[in-house]
Structure formats: C-alpha cells, structure tokens
C-alpha cells in the first residue's frame, strides 16, 4: 500500500492537502471460532493489511467521506449533527455509525472532516473489513477531537456500531483483535470477561497463508445470525438444568448430559462445536506458550473439521481450500477462519513450502469449484494507530 498514492488522491477527491494518517489492521483468527459471541476463547491476532485513514479536519460540521475501494460512490456528505444509516451506500455505516455512537455516549465530536479510506484487506473475504474499519474511524476521531475515551471502551463502541447500527449480530472478538493487536504476537481473549493475554507466534521457518475463496458472503443476510438464535435456544434450555451464563461455562465432560438436556442433534451438534472449540482454544494457547506449533496445526485441523460436521459453517469452498491444505508437504494446520459461509481459509505453512504450495493449492481449487482462489502472505501486525505521516512511504 503506497501512502503517497493514498495522499495524492485525497489532494485529487478533497482539492486540500490531508494532516493526520490513521491505520487499523484486519484480522485472522488462529482458532476458536464462533465462541466469541457463546462467552468462550478466541484466539486472533492483527495483520499488516489493513483500512487507512487520510483526514483533515474541517471548521464545521460537514462530515465528507471517500473511499479508493469505492471509488464510484464519490463523496458521500453527512453532517454531525445528522448522522442516520445511510441507505443507499453501505460502506460509509461503518464510520458514520462510530461517529454516532461517540456523540451519543457524551463525547464531544464538533468538527467535521474529510476523510479518505483504503483498505487492502479483499472486501467480505472474512477478515474483519467491517471492523477494521470501524476501528480506523474510532482512533481517527479520538485523535482529531482529543477524546478521553481508552482503546477498550472504544472496542466496545465498535461492536455496538456492529450490533445496533449495522445489524450484524457479532461477538467482540474482531474488533478487540483490531484494536489491541500487537506485532509477533496473538491474542488469547476471554469473549466473557474480556480478560486477555498475549502470546508470542514465533515463525522462524513458517509463513501465514491467507487463502480467499472469492467467493462474496455478507454476513447480514447469511446465516450467521441463525446459528447465533440456534445457540441462544439451546442456552435456555440447558439452563433449567445447571446454572451457567454462556455455553462457554460448558466443558467437554458435561456434553453426555447436555446431549440428554437438549434431545435434539441439531441443537447439540451445535453446543459441542462450540464446546469442543473452547477447549481447543485453551490448548492452542498453552502449546504456542510452549512453541509447540505442531500441536497448534493439529487443533486447526480440527476445528475446521467441527466447523464442518457440527457448526455446518464451512461449504464446498472453504473445504476444498482447507482439507487440500492440511496434506500438502510444508503444511502445519490449516482450517476456515472468520464466519464462514465463503471468505478465507488460512494455512501456516513452512517457507520454503509456500510457492508450490500456492501453486498446487490453486489448481487444485480452481479444478474444483471452476475459478481461482486468491493468497495473501500475512504477518503479525499492530493493532489500530495513528502513523505518522512524514518517512512512512510503504506498509501492508
């Protein structure tokens, strides 16, 4: 990503120079998928692609907004003191409804900007574009307005953002990732206290792979949602026999009375995935601990295949990117990793692997499904900042 580029075409869209630079990353999920939301473990960490953030800072109340990703949408005009959901362009909901938020929890936004967004991160590929760049907008107006608010409450104004003003019933999980990424090393997240933990991921020999199905899933209109009112009904009904808050209180040994509990599989293949997830994740977390990588793989294995079999989350794309993964020479683990329903599937892969890896992979899939997937070499990032402007020429 070349920032000059990015500052060049702000001149061009906005005819003034922009002053500040702000960043937030994407983020992968190494395991524990679709706990966050059940109050279990994630396990994510930051990546170098990301949303930038060029702004100037106006002297009214006129919000303009544009974006290099879209750039047909031109300028989009808001004002701070109307900032409804926007119906007709979806993308600019995502700073728009931070805004709102921010000015609604009491905190004084009063001059407007022009911003311009670019992301690097493959749009709906399951990477957190949404987050990222809620968390951009977040860290863009603390900065310009010298809020007070701490990178936390700001996490979690973003998920609001996401809940209320966009719809998306999501966890916390990315937009934590998002704003509390920390280079080489990833995330270890209670979803339910929010208690966390770093933990390094030393790849001396190893790189991420990154593979996109190209294949478009929007998470509003997919099934996400079910699969969340799914584990909700089953809650409740495990609740009128032991006393816990979220599935994630659940552990694998009480599963044989759960299964009673519940008497019916499709409920129960649910709670065990989220279940038999949590546990991964706790192991995951103490094998990384120990630069144990190879245990690591072998639980990205199988979470991709409870992902599978028991959430029913992945489909013919992100099984044949995966399941072709995990016997390739060089490979370590592989598995889905966001929601589902297409997107992304990742691999960690040794070095010196990774081109015939790519290679056999793609024709592989493209063999398969009928068109070719896409493949992103990731490292471990920061999470959301500001940059400073000046010396700062390529990133991402």
């Given at each position: 990503m070349n920032v000059y580029d990015l500052k060049q075409s702000f001149i061009s869209i906005f005819n003034e120079a922009p002053e500040r630079l702000f960043f937030a990353p994407g983020r992968i999920?190494?395991?524990?998928?679709?706990?966050?939301?059940?109050?279990?473990?994630?396990?994510?960490?930051?990546?170098?692609?990301?949303?930038?953030?060029?702004?100037?800072?106006?002297?009214?109340?006129?919000?303009?907004?544009?974006?290099t990703n879209f750039p047909q949408t031109g300028i989009i005009t808001a004002s701070l003191d109307q900032l409804e959901k926007n119906l007709e362009t979806e993308w600019v909901n995502y700073p728009l409804g931070v805004i709102y938020f921010l000015k609604e929890s009491g905190y004084k936004v009063e001059r407007g900007f022009d911003v311009l967004f670019e992301g690097n991160i493959p749009n709906g590929a399951g990477l957190s574009s949404s987050a990222s760049i809620e968390m951009a907008a977040g860290v863009m107006a603390k900065g310009l307005a010298g809020l007070s608010i701490s990178q936390i409450e700001l996490i979690k104004l973003c998920q609001r953002v996401e809940n209320e003003y966009i719809g998306v019933n999501s966890g916390i999980m990315?937009?934590?990732?998002?704003?509390?990424?920390?280079?080489?090393?990833?995330?270890?997240?209670?979803?339910?206290?929010?208690?966390?933990?770093?933990?390094?991921?030393?790849?001396?020999?190893?790189?991420?792979?990154?593979?996109?199905?190209?294949?478009?899933?929007?998470?509003?209109?997919?099934?996400?949602?079910?699969?969340?009112?799914?584990?909700?009904?089953?809650?409740k009904i495990i609740q009128k026999h032991t006393s816990v808050e979220s599935l994630g209180e659940l552990s694998v040994t009480q599963l044989s009375d759960v299964e009673t509990w519940l008497n019916d599989s499709l409920l129960y293949k649910r709670v065990k995935h989220v279940v038999t997830e949590n546990e991964r994740t706790k192991l995951a977390f103490v094998s990384l601990k120990a630069g144990d990588l190879e245990q690591v793989g072998q639980l990205m294995n199988a979470s991709h295949q409870s992902l599978k079999e028991d959430y029913e989350v992945t489909g013919e794309e992100l099984d044949t990117l995966a399941e072709f993964a995990q016997v390739q020479p060089g490979v370590i683990g592989s598995r889905m990793t966001g929601a589902g329903f297409g997107g992304c599937?990742?691999?960690?892969?040794?070095?010196?692997?990774?081109?015939?890896?790519?290679?056999?992979?793609?024709?592989?899939?493209?063999?398969?499904?009928?068109?070719?997937?896409?493949?992103?070499?990731?490292?471990?990032?920061?999470?959301?900042k500001e940059i400073a402007i000046e010396g700062v020429e390529q990133t991402g």
């Open positions: 999920n190494l395991i524990g998928e679709h706990t966050d939301y059940n109050g279990g473990k994630v396990f994510p960490l930051a990546i170098t692609y990301g949303t930038y953030a060029y702004v100037r800072e106006r002297n009214d109340k006129k919000v303009r907004l544009a974006s990315d937009q934590f990732a998002i704003g509390m990424g920390r280079q080489g090393q990833a995330l270890w997240l209670d979803c339910d206290t929010l208690d966390f933990e770093y933990a390094p991921i030393e790849l001396e020999h190893e790189k991420i792979v990154i593979m996109n199905t190209n294949k478009r899933r929007e998470l509003a209109s997919s099934k996400y949602n079910e699969r969340r009112a799914e584990c909700e009904k089953a809650l599937a990742i691999a960690i892969v040794k070095t010196d692997a990774v081109d015939e890896f790519i290679k056999q992979t793609r024709r592989h899939y493209q063999d398969r499904i009928g068109y070719g997937p896409d493949f992103y070499v990731a490292s471990v990032g920061d999470g959301a």
